[in-house]
């Protein structure tokens, strides 16, 4: 079933849906990878919008899914996530996740969807406790 472009089984599970999100931001990754080179191309404020837009594709839907993590699900997050953090550093293949995550400044995108569910949590308690939620 698919609904807001979210993807469930019968078993209620986003086992599908990371299936298909992964070749999805696996092909925006490499698109912009072919816009970034690492010699020359555009600047860093650059790069990070085109990071920015791939992570917003990943973290979509993240506080339903986020308790679907799974061991094989976050390395499917974590692909893309190098690929996109490398042609920010400007650095080369050879470069690790975690340190190009880390000088690019992208903390995981686990740890990023946990945070926005969170923020759901709270924002939705306030709402069903008839308060307002700031913008803040």
């Not at 469930?8 to 072919?34: E, K, T």
Request: proline content about 7%; aromatic content about 10%.
């Amino acid at each position: 079933m698919r609904y807001l472009g979210l993807t469930l089984d019968g078993r209620w599970s986003f086992g599908p849906y990371f299936d298909q999100l992964a070749p999805r931001l696996q092909n925006a990754a490499a698109a912009l990878g072919r816009l970034l080179h690492n010699v020359g191309g555009p600047d860093s404020p650059c790069r990070r919008l085109y990071a920015g837009i791939v992570r917003s594709m990943a973290l979509y839907g993240a506080p339903l899914w986020v308790d679907a993590l799974s061991a094989h699900n976050k390395a499917l997050l974590r692909r893309p996530q190098r690929v996109i953090a490398v042609r920010v550093i400007r650095g080369y293949r050879t470069v690790s996740w975690t340190a190009a995550s880390l000088l690019a400044g992208d903390p995981p995108w686990e740890l990023q969807a946990e945070v926005l569910a969170k923020v759901y949590q709270f924002r939705s308690g306030q709402r069903a406790n008839g308060e307002c939620p700031s913008v803040d």
